[in-house]
């Protein structure tokens, strides 16, 4: 035994030190999955009421929606999904607002510019938004976005909380003595923190007054046609809604079936360890992408922990999308790179077609990893 033992070649000191680590890492998230499920406070199930928005200030003819990201760091599908739905309406006047000029790095993939800067926008804007969109940030309490959001508020705006935004309207004050939702997984620390807060399980958003909040990613989709219904009507709602591929958007949700099981945990770390074997996707995208789809396949597809994702042209850095939103590409591809062409048709189809080809692919257990990760039920 000795000697086949001795055989066998030692494995590098990086890869020792990396594995280590990974080892850490996972018993600490199961110690903390474990103590926030153990310990998930009061958290109550209240009917909410239906959206209804204020009329436009300033005689304004139509709502005028700031979608807000943070240059550092802002969810991809959160910022995408709300800007390109509400465009597409028709309804709004929708603007992407960044907390400073120069890029602006989404999370997990993908990189945009935005049209104005805050300071730009309040310089135009001196009324503020009717809507103010905020995805789930890098930093929740980021100076620059907080600062902001409470002048917004101040103004009159309706603010909108996707997926761990609801953590920079808990961060900005915004949520004191209101009702409130959040992603899953943060769903224990909030209310353990934000004691003043109602939290609210079994609802995709959250209506109170004049803020609104969601559960997970996934839920970027149902708030913003429940958006479009509030300004335009149930029927221009519901037209929009087949267009995009969602068959409803109500508000029900069961929040009971996520949560990070064994199996989960176990498959998290099997593809972390497999670092040797992750892939690079190139997604090639040219002027008039949709980017509602290539927001939802390439969020799905860098949450694998096996792969991740990048936008490509062959000689452009900028691609203006479908709606107009600006989108960095690479002009040099990798030569390991593997393309993947997103479903585009309807939209919404392309998170269920990244689900089926990531459970091709990769087994199962991976794609109810970046289900869970989304918030979806698929």
């Given amino acids: 035994m000795s000697g086949m033992l001795s055989e066998i070649p030692l494995m590098p000191t990086r890869y020792v030190s990396r594995l280590a ?89 993908l990189t945009i510019r ?30 620059e976005a907080i600062r902001w959001l409470q002048r917004q508020a101040e103004s009159g705006a309706v603010i909108v909380g996707v997926c761990d935004g609801v953590l920079t309207l808990a961060h900005a004050g915004l949520l004191q003595g209101k009702s409130a939702t959040g992603h899953w997984f943060s769903l224990g620390k909030l209310t353990r923190r934000y004691r003043e807060t109602t939290w609210i399980r079994d609802r995709r958003y959250v209506v109170d007054d004049r803020v609104v909040t969601t559960t997970g990613v996934s839920a970027s989709i149902p708030v913003s046609l429940a958006l479009v219904e509030a300004v335009a009507g149930a029927a221009q709602a519901d037209r929009l809604a087949l267009d995009l591929g969602i068959a409803d958007f109500d508000a029900q949700h069961d929040s009971d079936v996520f949560g990070l ?20 996707f190139e997604v090639p995208i040219e002027d008039g992408i949709d980017e509602i789809a290539l927001a939802l396949s390439a969020d799905a597809w860098s949450r694998t922990y096996r792969s991740s994702a990048m936008t490509t042209h062959p000689s452009e850095r900028w691609i203006r999308s479908r709606r107009g939103l600006v989108i ?9 790179a593997v393309t993947l062409r997103p479903a585009i048709e309807p939209s919404a189809a392309a998170l269920d077609d990244a689900l089926m080809k990531i459970s091709e692919r990769y087994g199962m257990p991976t794609a109810d990893l970046v289900a869970m990760q989304l918030e979806y039920a698929w």
Avoid: C
């Fill in 261 to 280: 099981s064994l199996e989960l945990l176990l498959t998290l770390a099997r593809n972390k360890l497999a670092f040797w074997n992750h892939e690079r």
């Fill in 114 to 143: 935005a049209e104005q800067t805050t300071e730009e926008f309040d310089v135009l804007q001196p009324d503020g938004a009717d809507i103010v969109i905020v995805p789930a940030l890098h930093r929740p309490d980021d100076p």
């Fill in 21 to 109: 680590g990974l080892a850490v890492l996972i018993l600490s998230m199961i110690a903390v999955v474990s103590w926030r499920h153990g310990n998930p406070g009061t958290v109550r199930l209240l009917e909410h009421p239906s959206l209804e928005l204020p009329a436009p200030k300033g005689g304004r003819d139509r709502p005028l929606v700031a979608v807000l990201a943070a240059n550092d760091g802002t969810e991809t599908t959160d910022f995408m999904v709300p800007y390109g739905v509400l465009r597409e309406s028709g309804k709004m006047e929708v603007v992407s607002v960044s907390t400073r000029s120069g890029p602006v790095q989404l999370h997990p993939v």
């Fill in 328 to 336: 960095e590409a690479e002009t040099q591809v990798a030569n390991a």
